[in-house]
């Protein structure tokens, strides 16, 4: 099992940027996909971003060019730098992690985005 602690959602004004943290209970060289997903109220819970051991990422077409993932193996932390936020990308962002041989996913607790107009 990893716990996973998500960190710096806020209140921002559209054309804003925050930088989310996700701090993993054990190394993330043990964890094979690490991403965020997010979930509008009333909505089902959609990628944003992950990135791999190799360091492969994947991005939302949604997201593309404007949001950046990125991991600090020594800290056991992956960001989200998200840049350019429109009133669309209100939700609560999930860390999530898949480990190696281990095939049920886990989850952080979420932290709140919320961009105005």
């Known amino acids: 099992q990893v716990q996973l602690v998500e960190s710096g959602g806020g209140l921002v004004q559209a054309g804003g940027s925050l930088r989310l943290s996700c701090v993993a209970s054990?190394?993330?060289?043990?964890?094979?996909?690490m991403g965020w997903y997010r979930q509008a109220p009333g909505k089902q819970r959609e990628l944003v971003a992950n990135i791999t051991t190799s360091g492969r990422t994947n991005y939302a077409d949604s997201v593309q060019g404007r949001f950046t993932i990125s991991r600090d193996n020594a800290k056991n932390t992956v960001y989200l730098q998200m840049n350019s936020l429109k009133p669309e990308d209100t939700a609560v962002y999930y860390c999530?992690?898949?480990?190696?041989?281990?095939?049920?996913?886990?989850w952080g607790q979420g932290t709140q985005v919320t961009v105005s107009s």
């Open positions: 054990r190394s993330i060289f043990s964890i094979a996909v």
């Open positions: 999530n992690a898949l480990l190696r041989f281990i095939p049920t996913p886990s």
